[in-house]
Structures are given as structure tokens and as C-alpha cells.
């Protein structure tokens, strides 16, 4: 009987594995080079390109309306060549295969060189001489999961997810696939499949797009995410003894979603991320960030980061010249480096502001010399002015929504939802329409800053494309293209995305900003929780995070929100002009430290500390994380419920000094051997500390 023939092909410290059996299927995996043992040959080939089309049979096992995985079409595709390319600072590996009826896949693997990830996609070419309607594509299937044991590995592979719900982002979860019901079963017969996903044209709402396989015993992980900015699906699929990982765009069932592909058409998969590691689950999520670090634009790379400031927990909607004027002569100076106008400068005397989105007019009793003088007094006071739109929407009060031919339909019928709907971003007139009154704007008034808000979702998608998945995805995708038409009209222009917060956090808009909104728990005590965990799955350098100060607020709360802000870009806001001068220089000297320690934030490594807080609402205990990087180490701290008080101690690795602190009073810091002491006496207090290597 002929063998599978095993190829393994070097991507970094890592191998892409690839078994070949001998009727055709090709499978993919990746390994690190660590030298343990495989066990490849243990389960059948699981095809690399997973596809199905209209009218194909899903797996024997139960599946149907379930999972695609492993369907007749995708069973059908058959070895047909393998090519590496060596360019220039990257590696291509190319797998073609074919089903008898002429339908073409390539499955590409993308290398560049110093990261600890790859990138990966699948491209399909209708070279049959019929129309092929394609209801599920896999940007990656990564199969073989665990290849460290020669049996199913009962009781040592586990599951990490991220849970996300509107400020409660990025909650770390971890379950045994022996929970998740994904041991196979007696006969090896009956397909188990745990899918996770989103729906709509918010991709983070539920789930991050985002899924890692542990193996406890070989201390082997493996970690992926899609960088798809619409419906997405991420299966965990088990048949055999190995499971396997399934990631890409939203099935038919999932998310409506079917394309059909006339002979000689051709369609790519979103890019998916991939990294495998033998180190610890937080190193697995470092490496995955490096694809995107790999992928900033040149000047996404700083030395240090800026200070925000952003007057919306100020004025909760209503700026004005006036507010802002008054605002300046407390922030002036080089505190801060962009001024940011929030929403509300378009509101109408009469309607208000919160559902009059789409016409983009200067109010004229807030701002009654319209905006140009406005931004030239935050220039003059050293910083650069940003400004809010929530572009791709209409609210219900808006005099743009009689455009009903540029809104969005789905059945024939406009889509609401709550307050708004939303203009058809794949339109000429679109384009135009909104060339002129958002770039014009930016470029007419000076504005150097721009935060793109988006607060409602499509939901399963809309007309004017092979299906509703597929006009979501072409939306979705025009709203990205025109997002790049800001920056290329304004080069120097800084991008924001937000979406209610954090439901645009994932890869494919991380890609095109310079900045994220982590969160809208905007004063929240649980801010330090949820943006530590988002470190896993943002660049801090990307992970803009509000730090809102209030007049009532105690210095220890001072401090409690500015270090909070430590965790990625700080952006602070509140009752700055109300506050007391030494809770004031308190906040600034926070800044300043901040800005010190941003070259850490930038390019470090964080281990976290602390118990895993059951509830975000009712805080226990104390958080700490050492992030590490250029020789130096940024500690923070933060003390919850702490009844009694708490004497923590933080192991540190490495000899260090302490080079700057930031706390309010006298916490007792010091670092004896390989750890470091803090106390607090009083609950919801903090500190950060910076160290250097001796």
C-alpha cells in the first residue's frame, strides 16, 4: 500500500506541513521546530482548501446545516502541484487543487521574514465552462491538531476563544474540547463541530475572530484569526483522532453568504493569520500580532505615542466653539497631541444630534464662524485637530434620507436598524457624495485627525450582489476602500476606528488605522481588565483608551484612570477645567510618565498577574502586568476590592531598577531579589512603575 508522502517546508522557526495521500488529498498543518515526535499518518488526509457549492453533499455524519466541512466538492479536489517562491523578504508556497469538473482552488501560504506568523488565503478559478455557485470557502483549514500523540490525546487539548459583548470586550476562555463535546466518538462516525462567528457588519459582536488549540501535554499552541471585516465563521471540527481548525468568511447557513463564479471568474478568501508556538498561550497571541506589526505603514512606526485628548466625556455631545476655547486654555501646551471634536458639531437646533448623521452640516449656533477658526486655535495651542463622522449611516432624522436610491435595501426594502440606516457604499454617487462632505471637510478646515464611528450593524447582509452575505461583504468592502481614499487624499491625516467601541476589532480594519477604540465603558472601573486583555489581541500602539477624569474624583482615582491608559494610547477626557489644580498636575504628571513609557507600550511583551475576575462589574483583588521590551519594564498595578488593604508581589524577570514611578502617596515600592513590592491601603487605587535594566 503506498504511503502518504509527508513534505514539510522551513517558515522561520516554524515548518508548514503538508501530506499528500496517495488518491490526491492534501492536507496542511504547521508545527514548530522543537523537535518532538509526530504522528502525522494517525488520521486521513482533511483537504487544505474547504469549499462547497450549490447543490453539494455535506459530510456523512449528521452535519447538514451544521458545518461544510469536508463536502463532496471539497473531498473531490485532488493534488495537482506545489510551487515555492523565494522573493525578497518573503516566502510564497503555493498548492493547487482541482475537482474533475474544472474547478480550481490555490491554497497560499505568505512568509515575510523576522515574523512569527504567516498569512494565508485561498483563491478559486472557475475554469469549467458552467457557472458555479459557491456557498462556503475556507481561508485556512489547519488540520491534524495534535500531531504529539498517537491516540485521540484525551485530557490534554483545550480551546481558547475571546467573548466580546459592547464594553466587555476581548474575555479570555478556555474549555477542553472534552466539554465542548469534541472527543470522537466510538465509531470515529459523526461529525462534531464547534463553530464560533459573527454576523453583520460589526465582525467583533460575541466572538473575536480569533481561536487557539493547546495541546497541555507537548506544550504546543496553535493560534488563528481572519482578517474579515464582515460575517466570519471559525469552526473546530473533529472526525477522527485530530481535530481540525477552519477559518474564513461566513457559510451559506451561517451567514447567507454564496457567490457565483461564471467560467473563467475567480474569488479570494479573506487573508487568515497563523502562528504555532511552544511557548505559552500569551506568546501565541504576541506572535499573531506580529503579521499585523509586519503590516503597518511606515509612519505606524513610532517612537513613541501620543497623549489624546477628546472632549465627548466632556461635553457629552455638545461641543461648541465656546466649550472648546474654554477647553484649550487648560489643555494648551505639550501635553497632548491631538485635540479631537467628538459628535454633536453637525446637531440641529431643534432635531439634536444623536439621529441626524448623513447630511454633515457645521452647526451654526455651536460653531457660528463655522470650524476653520476653530482648528486654527487647537493648532495654536500645539496640537492637531481631529474631528467625529459616523460616515456609512443616515440617522432617522437626517434630511439625506429621502435619498432612498443610495440606501441600502434588503428584499427590495430599506434596512433599519434602531435609528439608522445606512448609505450603499459600493455606489458612484456615495463616493462622491461623501468625497465631498467628509474629505472636503477634513481638507477645507485643516483637520489632521479624523475618529470614523459606526453604531449600528447591517445584520445577514443586502441586495445588489449574489446574496445578502455577499452584498455585506462588497459593502463592507467598499466602506475599508474608501477609508484608504481619506488617507490617500490626506496623507498625514491619523485614522480612528470605532464601532460602539470595540466591534470593529479585528484584523481587516486594524489594518487601515492608526488607532482603535478598545472599549465604550468609558469611566468604568473595569477599563484596566479590559484593556489588559485586549494587549492579546491589538497593538497597544493601536488600543486607544479613555481616560476619563471627573472633579469628585479622588487622587487615587486619578491615578486608577490614567494608568489604566498605560495599556495602549492614552485618551484622556472629563472635567479637566473643573478640576482641582493638584488633581490636575496629578493627571499631567500621569501623561508624562505615559509618554516616557511609551516606547515599552510600543514594542514590548506583557506577562499579566492576578486573579481571572469572574464578574468585570464586581472587581476582586488586584491586576498587575510587567510588560517588558528595550531594555526597560512598564509595571502596573491595580488594586480593586482590596477590604483590609493588599501587599502584593509581582515576579520580575531579570535584574532591574526602579527608574520612574507614578502613584499617589507613598506605596512602598521597591524590588527585593526577583520580585516587586507594592502595598495599597485603600480599594480602586494604582500605580505604575518603570524599570531598567542594571
Known amino acids: 500500500m503506498k504511503k502518504d508522502n509527508i513534505v514539510r517546508i522551513p517558515v522561520g522557526d516554524m515548518e508548514a506541513v503538508y501530506i499528500i495521500s496517495a488518491s490526491g488529498e492534501v492536507s496542511f498543518t504547521i508545527v514548530p521546530n522543537c523537535g518532538k515526535e509526530t504522528f502525522f499518518e494517525k488520521c486521513r488526509p482533511d483537504p487544505l482548501v474547504q469549499i462547497s457549492c450549490t447543490g453539494d453533499a455535506p459530510s456523512i455524519g449528521f452535519c447538514a446545516g451544521e458545518t461544510r466541512h469536508d463536502s463532496a466538492l471539497t473531498m473531490s479536489m485532488r493534488y495537482e502541484s506545489q510551487k515555492v517562491e523565494e522573493r525578497p523578504g518573503e516566502k510564497i508556497i503555493t498548492t493547487a487543487v482541482r475537482s474533475d469538473d474544472g474547478l480550481k482552488a490555490e491554497h497560499v501560504v505568505i512568509f515575510d521574514d523576522g515574523c512569527r506568523g504567516i498569512r494565508v488565503y485561498t483563491r478559486v478559478v472557475n475554469e469549467s465552462d458552467k457557472p458555479v455557485t459557491i456557498e ?27 467573548r466580546s459583548r459592547w464594553s466587555a470586550e476581548g474575555r479570555h476562555e478556555e474549555r477542553s474540547v472534552e466539554e465542548l463535546l469534541l472527543e470522537p466518538s466510538w465509531a470515529n462516525f459523526g461529525v462534531r ?60 447557513e451561517f451567514g447567507h453568504w454564496r457567490k457565483t463564479l461564471r467560467p473563467g471568474e475567480e474569488l479570494t478568501s479573506p487573508e487568515a493569520y497563523l502562528t504555532v508556538t511552544s511557548g505559552s498561550f500569551y506568546e501565541a497571541c504576541d506572535r499573531l500580532l506580529d503579521v499585523q506589526r509586519a503590516k503597518r505603514l511606515p509612519d505606524q512606526r513610532p517612537e513613541s505615542l501620543p497623549a489624546v485628548f477628546n472632549e465627548y466625556c466632556t ?38 444630534w444623536q439621529d441626524n448623521m448623513g447630511d454633515w452640516n457645521v452647526a451654526d449656533d455651536l460653531f457660528p464662524n463655522g470650524l476653520k477658526p476653530v482648528v486654527k486655535k487647537i493648532n495654536e495651542a500645539g496640537m492637531k485637530a481631529g474631528i467625529w463622522f459616523e460616515l456609512e449611516v443616515v440617522g432617522k432624522d437626517a434630511d439625506a434620507l429621502v435619498k432612498e436610491e443610495h ?36 481638507k477645507e478646515n485643516g483637520f489632521k485627525y479624523i475618529k470614523i464611528d459606526y453604531n449600528e450593524t447591517i445584520g445577514i447582509g443586502c441586495d445588489g450582489d449574489d ?14 476602500r474608501f477609508i484608504r481614499k481619506i488617507r490617500e487624499c490626506i496623507p498625514d491625516i491619523a485614522i480612528e476606528i470605532c464601532s460602539s467601541g470595540g466591534h470593529r476589532l479585528e484584523p481587516g480594519f486594524m489594518e487601515i488605522a492608526d488607532y482603535l ?24 500602539q493601536k488600543s486607544q483608551i479613555w481616560a476619563v477624569l471627573r472633579k469628585d474624583d479622588a487622587p487615587e482615582r486619578i491615578v486608577y484612570s490614567v494608568c489604566a491608559g498605560m495599556y495602549g494610547v492614552l485618551c484622556i477626557s472629563g472635567d479637566v477645567k473643573d478640576l482641582t489644580e493638584d488633581k490636575w498636575t496629578l493627571a499631567r504628571e500621569g501623561v508624562a510618565f505615559y509618554k516616557k513609557a511609551s516606547p515599552v507600550i510600543i514594542d514590548g511583551f506583557t506577562k499579566r498577574f492576578g486573579r481571572f475576575q469572574n464578574s468585570n462589574r464586581d472587581l476582586k483583588d ?25 501587599d502584593i508581589e509581582i515576579p520580575i524577570d531579570g535584574k532591574y531598577r526602579i527608574e520612574d514611578k507614578y502613584e499617589t502617596g507613598d ?22 512603575i518603570l524599570l531598567s535594566k542594571d
Not at 462556503?136 to 476563544?161: F, K, M
Request: aromatic share 10%; charged share 25%.
Open 136 to 162: 462556503a470557502l475556507s481561508s485556512v483549514n489547519i488540520s491534524g491538531i495534535t500531531p504529539y500523540a498517537e491516540d485521540e490525546a484525551r485530557g490534554r487539548l483545550v480551546l481558547h476563544r475571546f
Open 193 to 252: 463541530c464547534e463553530k464560533i462567528g459573527a454576523v453583520g457588519s460589526m465582525p467583533v459582536r460575541g466572538y473575536f475572530p480569533h481561536l487557539a488549540a493547546e495541546d497541555k501535554k507537548a506544550g504546543v499552541i496553535w493560534a488563528v484569526s481572519t482578517a474579515c471585516s464582515s460575517s466570519w465563521q471559525i469552526e473546530a471540527v473533529r472526525i477522527d483522532k485530530a481535530l481540525c481548525i477552519c477559518a474564513g468568511m461566513a457559510d451559506y
Open 315 to 352: 461635553t457629552w455631545g455638545e461641543p461648541s466653539e465656546k466649550s472648546i476655547t474654554d477647553l484649550l486654555g487648560v489643555i494648551s501646551g505639550r501635553d497632548f497631541e491631538y485635540f479631537v471634536i467628538d459628535a454633536g458639531w453637525y446637531a440641529d437646533s431643534v432635531k439634536g
Open 407 to 442: 440606501l441600502l435595501k434588503r428584499d427590495g426594502k430599506i434596512i433599519i436598524s434602531g435609528t439608522r440606516r445606512f448609505w450603499d457604499m459600493r455606489s458612484r454617487w456615495t463616493d462622491e457624495y461623501l468625497t465631498g462632505k467628509v474629505i472636503g471637510l477634513l
Open 467 to 480: 446574496s445578502p452575505g455577499e452584498g455585506l461583504r462588497s459593502v463592507v468592502e467598499a466602506s475599508k
Open 517 to 540: 477604540s478598545f472599549s465604550d465603558a468609558h469611566e468604568e472601573k473595569e477599563i484596566p481588565v479590559i484593556a489588559s486583555d485586549l494587549q492579546r489581541l491589538v497593538l497597544p
Open 622 to 646: 488586584y491586576q498587575a502586568s510587567v510588560r517588558y521590551g528595550k531594555g526597560k519594564a512598564l509595571v502596573i498595578v491595580h488594586a480593586f476590592d482590596i477590604k483590609g488593604g493588599a
Open 667 to 688: 506605596h512602598g515600592i521597591v524590588i527585593a531579589g526577583d520580585k516587586l513590592h507594592i502595598g495599597f491601603k485603600a480599594s480602586f487605587d494604582a500605580a505604575a
